[in-house]
């Protein structure tokens, strides 16, 4: 997991307390999660005995970073500094990040892609395969997320309508389906059945799958930091900027409220100077 231990580390008396703590975050967080406070912890003991360190030890080390690494460091030590209290091995000192406040992450712009940038990761998209397309296609004109995309079944699609399923199953919504989003589904659908078969699923991959053919596609057409979530943040901006109620996009999109909805909204050239324009 994370980091490799320097070597004058392994004999040191406070690495079975490490262990011990690497051991509980394997049960207790995310694998992913697990390994990133490992490696936050090392990079800030640098082969201290953590037992030794101080509330401004913490402090020095968290001002060097910037936000985002600032932030899950702390995290990391956070929980490193309260399972050791909790099991009795800071018995002569306090936990020094207890009265640190965790650090506040910046609320980031949504990034929307801009339609000429979405066409081109479609027309990537369709270079690779129908399937491919079809995904792209479908996270654009509907808003999916990506967990609703890997449970897509074809009795979704209700001809006009589709309807998206929540991943935990618990939740469903109807969308109108797009005239390009139709032709992407029917060209799949064709495959399928020239393959001689039309699986329940409409992709078949998980969610993990489906979110590197994205990446992928973006690489394809020269475009960087673009995942799945970009497209649902994109629709809904467009749908925005062409003048559409928020309340409709609030339901596509399938929000509890339209606070939600508007975190998903960039603010674009166009609408601010709409804005402008209307001193």
Same mark, same amino acid.
């Given at each position: 997991?994370?980091? %490799?231990? +320097?070597?004058?580390?392994?004999?040191?008396?406070?690495?079975?307390?490490?262990?011990?703590?690497?051991?509980?975050?394997?049960?207790?967080?995310?694998?992913?999660?697990?390994? %990133?406070?490992?490696?936050?912890?090392? =990079?800030?003991?640098?082969? =201290?005995?953590?037992?030794?360190?101080?509330?401004?030890?913490?402090?020095?080390?968290?001002?060097?970073?910037?936000?985002?690494?600032?932030?899950?460091?702390?995290?990391?030590?956070?929980?490193?500094?309260?399972?050791?209290?909790?099991?009795?091995?800071?018995?002569?000192?306090?936990?020094?990040?207890?009265?640190?406040?965790?650090?506040?992450?910046? $609320?980031?712009?949504?990034?929307?892609?801009?339609?000429?940038?979405?066409?081109?990761?479609?027309?990537?998209?369709?270079?690779?395969?129908?399937?491919?397309?079809?995904?792209?296609?479908?996270?654009?004109?509907?808003?999916?997320?990506?967990?609703?995309?890997?449970?897509?079944?074809? $009795?979704?699609? $209700?001809?006009?309508?589709?309807?998206?399923?929540?991943?935990?199953?618990?939740?469903? =919504?109807?969308?109108?389906?797009?005239?390009?989003? =139709?032709?992407?589904?029917?060209?799949?659908?064709?495959?399928?059945?020239?393959?001689?078969?039309?699986?329940?699923?409409?992709?078949?991959?998980?969610?993990?799958?489906?979110? +590197?053919?994205? %990446?992928?596609?973006? !690489?394809?057409?020269?475009?960087?930091?673009?995942?799945?979530?970009?497209?649902?943040?994109?629709? !809904?901006?467009?749908?925005?900027?062409?003048?559409?109620?928020? %309340?409709?996009?609030?339901?596509?999109?399938?929000?509890?409220?339209?606070?939600?909805?508007?975190?998903?909204?960039?603010?674009?050239?166009?609408?601010?100077? $709409?804005?402008? !324009?209307?001193?």
């Amino acid at each position: 997991m994370g980091l %490799k231990l +320097q070597a004058h580390w392994t004999d040191a008396p406070h690495m079975d307390d490490l262990h011990a703590w690497q051991a509980w975050l394997t049960v207790s967080v995310s694998a992913r999660t697990g390994e %990133k406070y490992w490696d936050d912890a090392l =990079r800030f003991l640098d082969g =201290r005995d953590y037992r030794a360190l101080t509330e401004s030890d913490v402090l020095v080390y968290l001002g060097q970073l910037g936000p985002g690494a600032r932030y899950n460091a702390y995290h990391a030590l956070r929980s490193l500094y309260r399972w050791a209290d909790q099991r009795g091995h800071l018995p002569d000192s306090e936990d020094p990040t207890s009265a640190i406040p965790s650090p506040r992450l910046m $609320r980031r712009e949504p990034r929307a892609l801009a339609r000429e940038d979405v066409e081109r990761l479609r027309a990537a998209a369709r270079v690779r395969d129908p399937m491919r397309a079809a995904l792209v296609d479908l996270l654009y004109f509907t808003g999916a997320r990506i967990g609703e995309a890997a449970i897509a079944e074809w $009795r979704h699609d $209700r001809g006009p309508e589709l309807v998206l399923v929540g991943a935990k199953g618990n939740a469903e =919504r109807t969308v109108g389906i797009h005239a390009e989003l =139709r032709a992407s589904l029917d060209a799949l659908r064709f495959l399928r059945l020239a393959e001689g078969t039309v699986p329940a699923s409409m992709f078949g991959r998980s969610k993990v799958r489906l979110y +590197q053919w994205v %990446k992928e596609a973006a !690489a394809d057409a020269g475009l960087a930091d673009v995942h799945p979530h970009t497209l649902r943040a994109t629709m !809904a901006t467009q749908l925005a900027d062409a003048g559409a109620n928020a %309340k409709d996009i609030q339901r596509i999109l399938g929000h509890s409220s339209l606070a939600i909805t508007e975190r998903y909204i960039a603010s674009t050239a166009a609408s601010r100077a $709409r804005t402008i !324009a209307l001193l």
